[in-house]
T-cell receptor, first 113, second 114 residues
């Protein structure tokens, strides 16, 4: 699976949009971009995933650049409960390879009142 | 979303004893479950892949005789830490796929070995 690079930490004011970047310049054509987050002392939580089109769900939006070498996770209105470590993971679709996820160091997002 | 539970949520044991951690998929069947370990201020590290009805697949460097995994049914996988020592103290997390693209994680088990 391709390697990802994320900033170590970010701050965001409560109520503002949080934009979390991720670089995955070695991504292959059949690899998806997944985002998970981990609130302190809890298991990771799935947020969103995408291949090449922008995606949106009730939690967040995922913007993938046209060359697919980077992406941005957007939390439109950050709340204090969004404070967590956010992991960007690149992997092939299930069924096309291993089912396992490889976690990097992620971005520690702190939402400030 | 689908729910994965773990039991216990935390456990304290003496060095040399064995500890069993259960991972259950509550509203779906999971042919494959995963066990991760997370040390303080570090990321999750995959320990093993648990396959229902067959032997687990361990990652390099993980002792299969120390971390016994049993996947007896489509909704239950257990991890037994045998002869636990203080260096085994960690946060253990299991996960399973409920659908093709969504892997759901349990809440984790905090193990402290004295």
């Amino acid at each position: 699976d391709a390697k990802t690079t994320q900033p170590t930490s970010m701050d965001c004011a409560e109520g503002r949009a949080a934009n979390l970047p991720c670089n995955h310049s070695t991504i292959s054509g059949n690899e998806y971009v997944y985002w998970y987050r981990q609130i302190h002392s809890q298991g990771p939580q799935y947020i969103i995933h995408g291949l090449k089109n922008n995606e949106t769900n009730e939690m967040a939006s995922l913007i993938i650049t046209e060359d697919r070498k980077s992406s941005t996770l957007i939390l439109p209105h950050a709340t204090l409960r969004d404070t967590a470590v956010y992991y960007c993971i690149v992997r092939v679709a299930p069924g096309a390879g291993s089912y396992q996820l490889t976690f990097g160091k992620g971005t520690k997002l702190s939402v400030i009142p | 979303g689908a729910v994965v539970s773990q039991h216990p949520s935390w456990v304290i044991c003496k060095s040399g004893t064995s500890v069993k951690i259960e991972c259950r998929s509550l509203d779906f069947q999971a042919t494959t479950m995963f066990w991760y370990r997370q040390f303080p201020k570090q990321s999750l590290m995959l320990m093993a892949t648990s396959n229902e009805g067959s032997k687990a697949t361990y990652e390099q460097g993980v002792e299969k005789d120390k971390f016994l995994i049993n996947h007896a049914s489509l909704t239950l996988s257990t991890l037994t830490v045998t002869s636990a020592h203080p260096e085994d103290s960690s946060f253990y997390i299991c996960s399973a796929y409920a659908s093709l693209n969504e892997q759901f994680f349990g809440p984790g088990t905090r193990l402290t070995v004295l």
